[in-house]
Structures are given as structure tokens and as C-alpha cells.
């Protein structure tokens, strides 16, 4: 055993393409860093679970792992869901020692993989009569909310595009509103940018709502397994060991 495992948790979800996608990025952060045991895990609804990985690695003699969140806030899974079940699988396992790093966040690699997506669909941000809708998840914690809407106001004022940020569930504004103000600020032409780390079931609800609201609009692909997202994964845990190593 040369590291410690980093264990890469996602959500989960019941479309297979966003499963697929964790896996490939997973291997692109494997392939990044091919000193350092890397696995995918899910919160919810995709296989292998959060307790079957960290069972695994217990099983095959570690004794230290560090589980990076792939999600975009500090949100409800963030902040509840993957500490209680690490909580659960350490209290059967008192010798595993399970250190949570930080979520990806708004972090800039991130957002210039979203604006190189953007780009790709031939929007042009520099273009002050585009309107892009910042499509995001969306949460019931409102801080989590709120790094969309910054980052939302900090492309405008970086570009020169008018930016409104839209949520696929649980927070408003969504698409057709975002798009109504946007048409308010004079936006003529519209497009989409994707806040999605994966495909699923709320992008393509994203997608379906742009369809309606701006028939014609370019939609920008998710982030997905992104050399630039498998650097961030590493930072997330490199900085979790110092952490671990300062406080040990």
C-alpha cells in the first residue's frame, strides 16, 4: 500500500449515463496520479455504495482513507448524508479512519471548463446581447444557492454577456424565469451554460425547459471526466491529508 485511497463519492443517480461518467472520471484521476489508489463510490441509487467501498478497503488492510465529495456545494449531502454514513461505517470499523475533504465547490478550473464548454456550443460571451442561463442542481440551503448566483454575476462582470443563474429543483429562479429576466436586460439571444459535474435527469430537465422558454438556444455540456476536474479531485485530497497530517 504506497498511499492513502482516495475515494471519489458521487451522488448517484437513476440515469446510467451519470454513473458512467463518475467512472470515467475516476480513471482520468487514476490516470493523474497513478501512485494513489483511486475509487468511485455513491451516495444513492448507483453501485458500488459509500459503506461497500470503505468496507472493501478496510477488508484489504487499509486503515486511513480520504472520501473527496464530487459535488459543486456544502449542500445537504455535503454537510449531512456522506458524514453520517462515514459515521456508520466507522462505528463497525473503529480501526478505519475516514477523512472528508472538502467539495469541489466554485472552484476556477471548474469554471473555465464550464466557459470552455459554453464556447464549444459557439456562444460567444463577449457578445452583450447573449443571455446565458446558468443552469445549476439547486438546493434547499440557500448558501448553496447563493455560489451559483456569485458566480453567475462574476461571469457577467469577467465577460460581457448578461448572466442569470437557473436551478433544476428545489430554488428559483428556474429556466423560463431566468430567461424572462434576461429578455428584461435586453438579452436577444440566449444560451446555456451547465453547472452539472454529469448527464442526468436535471440537465436534461434544464434542457427541456430551454427548449420552451428560448426555442434554439445551444446547450452546453456538463463538465464530465475532465482532466481539469480530475485536478481539482486531487487538490481536494492532498489538501485533506495536510489537514489530517496537521491535526494527528
Given at each position: 500500500m504506497t498511499s492513502i485511497p482516495l475515494v471519489i463519492v458521487a451522488h448517484g443517480s437513476r440515469d446510467p449515463r451519470s454513473a458512467a461518467t463518475v467512472r470515467a472520471l475516476t480513471d482520468v484521476t487514476r490516470a493523474a496520479a497513478p501512485g494513489v489508489d483511486v475509487r468511485a463510490a455513491f451516495l444513492d441509487l448507483s453501485e458500488p455504495s459509500v459503506a461497500e467501498v470503505l468496507t472493501g478497503l478496510h477488508a484489504e488492510g487499509h486503515r486511513e482513507v480520504v472520501a473527496v465529495p464530487l459535488l459543486l456545494g456544502r449542500a445537504y449531502h455535503a454537510r449531512v448524508d456522506l458524514p453520517a454514513l462515514v459515521d456508520e461505517v466507522t462505528s463497525r470499523l473503529p480501526r478505519?479512519?475516514?477523512?472528508?475533504?472538502?467539495?469541489?465547490?466554485?472552484?476556477?478550473?471548474?469554471?473555465?471548463?464550464?466557459?470552455?464548454?459554453?464556447?464549444?456550443?459557439?456562444?460567444?460571451?463577449?457578445?452583450?446581447?447573449?443571455?446565458?442561463?446558468?443552469?445549476?442542481?439547486?438546493?434547499?440551503?440557500?448558501?448553496?444557492?447563493?455560489?451559483?448566483?456569485?458566480?453567475?454575476?462574476?461571469?457577467?462582470?469577467?465577460?460581457?454577456?448578461?448572466?442569470?443563474?437557473?436551478f433544476a429543483s428545489a430554488a428559483r429562479p428556474d429556466v423560463p424565469a431566468a430567461v424572462a429576466k434576461l429578455r428584461a436586460r435586453g438579452a436577444r439571444?440566449?444560451?446555456?451554460?451547465?453547472?452539472?459535474?454529469?448527464?442526468?435527469?436535471?440537465?436534461?430537465?434544464?434542457?427541456?425547459?430551454?427548449?420552451?422558454?428560448?426555442?434554439?438556444?445551444?446547450?452546453?455540456?456538463?463538465?464530465?471526466?475532465?482532466?481539469?476536474?480530475?485536478?481539482?479531485?486531487?487538490?481536494?485530497?492532498?489538501?485533506?491529508l495536510a489537514a489530517s497530517a496537521r491535526t494527528a
Open positions: 478505519l479512519s475516514v477523512t472528508i475533504a472538502d467539495v469541489l465547490g466554485a472552484d476556477p478550473l471548474l469554471e473555465a471548463v464550464a466557459l470552455d464548454r459554453l464556447a464549444a456550443t459557439g456562444a460567444d460571451t463577449a457578445d452583450p446581447a447573449l443571455g446565458v442561463v446558468l443552469g445549476a442542481v439547486g438546493s434547499s440551503h440557500a448558501t448553496a444557492n447563493a455560489v451559483v448566483a456569485r458566480l453567475a454575476r462574476d461571469w457577467e462582470n469577467r465577460h460581457g454577456c448578461l448572466v442569470v443563474p437557473a439571444r440566449f444560451a446555456v451554460a451547465s453547472w452539472f459535474l454529469a448527464p442526468g435527469l436535471l440537465p436534461d430537465r434544464i434542457q427541456d425547459l430551454i427548449t420552451t422558454a428560448a426555442p434554439g438556444s445551444p446547450v452546453a455540456g456538463p463538465l464530465g471526466a475532465e482532466p481539469r476536474v480530475a485536478e481539482v479531485v486531487l487538490a481536494r485530497y492532498t489538501s485533506a
